[in-house]
């Protein structure tokens, strides 16, 4: 009997602490329990991404090396970013950038597009092609650049062979990665060739989105093949296309291991982008307020160049 009142107790306070549980559980908002949830990734995402750029800010200002910590640091103002704002070298590596992505971007969204129309037609064999089209994306870009510094090797690079049945020059009478006119465009086809799946999967996206009724409508009134392409399909999938080459542009824009595999800014500066500029004076000449400086200057240029892009592409999505 003892046992029995015992567990009866305990089953009894058990009841009646429940509701009052229950309540204040009942009592949280959504609102509150959805903070609760965030609020640990968005103390990790401020400990990872913030502090750094605040950091960063601060050092732009000073003189600081990391290479001499024991230094004391002087503030300096903004003599750095003037002294960035206004030298040659930048801007040539700036133009050099802009090269690099404008093109990349530019062959990478029409051919990205181009196969996402033939494999959209989903012809016998189209799931075979589209995972061997994906195959480079895949591939990490270490991978890829030592894989393409081999292809253009002058005497047993296969590029140079392929090169030259279709031209008739020697195979030995030109060097992708050592020439000053040739070396840009080496590592763009070399970035077209890794990427334009990645650009095709976004506008398969977009072409499969388009409700088949509204070809059926335009059948049913007789529009060409070409006319629904002009008036349907790149109309709808614009804003799957302008979101490629928005990806695309930021991630090429700070674009560094494949360019520094595949010629480390050589030859010359011919291909020294502004990430490597950058890595160079951070690693290199250990002007560690300079370099945070110009990392400042690029970030403000894509935060402000991708704003920009973003309002243009949220005007297309509303129409």
Avoid at 46 to 58: E, Q, R, S
């Amino acid at each position: 009997m003892n046992e029995l009142s015992a567990s009866s107790r305990i089953t009894y306070r058990a009841v009646m602490v429940r509701p009052s549980v229950a309540r204040r559980v009942r009592g949280l908002s959504d609102k509150t329990l959805a903070w609760l949830f965030i609020t640990p990734t968005i103390v990790l995402l401020l400990a990872i991404n913030i502090f750094p750029l605040l950091w960063t800010i601060y050092l732009s200002f000073t003189n600081y090396r990391a290479n001499r910590a024991n230094v004391p640091t002087i503030w300096l103002g903004a003599d750095w970013y003037q002294s960035i704002l206004t030298d040659p070298d930048i801007w040539a590596a700036m133009q050099v950038t802009a090269h690099f992505v404008i093109w990349t971007v530019v062959i990478e969204t029409v051919l990205g597009f181009g196969l996402a129309y033939l494999i959209d037609k989903k012809f016998r064999g189209h799931g075979m092609w589209t995972t061997i089209i994906l195959l480079p994306m895949m591939l990490s870009p270490a991978v890829v650049g030592n894989f393409w510094t081999f292809l253009y090797q002058p005497q047993i690079g296969l590029f140079n062979y392929v090169v030259a049945f279709f031209t008739g020059r020697a195979a030995s009478s030109f060097q992708m990665l050592g020439d000053v006119t040739l070396s840009p465009w080496a590592i763009v086809i070399v970035d077209a060739w890794m990427w334009t799946p990645y650009v095709m999967l976004i506008c398969l996206a977009g072409l499969r989105s388009i409700p088949d009724y509204i070809y059926e409508a335009a059948e049913v009134d007789r529009a060409s093949k070409w006319r629904q392409f002009w008036s349907i399909t790149l109309p709808m999938a614009l804003p799957f296309i302008m979101l490629a080459v928005l990806f695309r542009g930021i991630e090429n824009f700070k674009m560094f291991d494949m360019v520094n595999l595949l010629t480390g800014g050589g030859p010359g500066s011919t291909t020294e982008v502004a990430s490597i500029t950058l890595k160079r004076a951070a690693f290199e000449s250990w002007r560690t307020g300079y370099s945070s400086a110009f990392a400042i200057i690029l970030f403000v240029t894509v935060f402000g160049l991708a704003n920009i892009y973003v309002k243009a592409l949220n005007r297309v999505k509303s129409r």
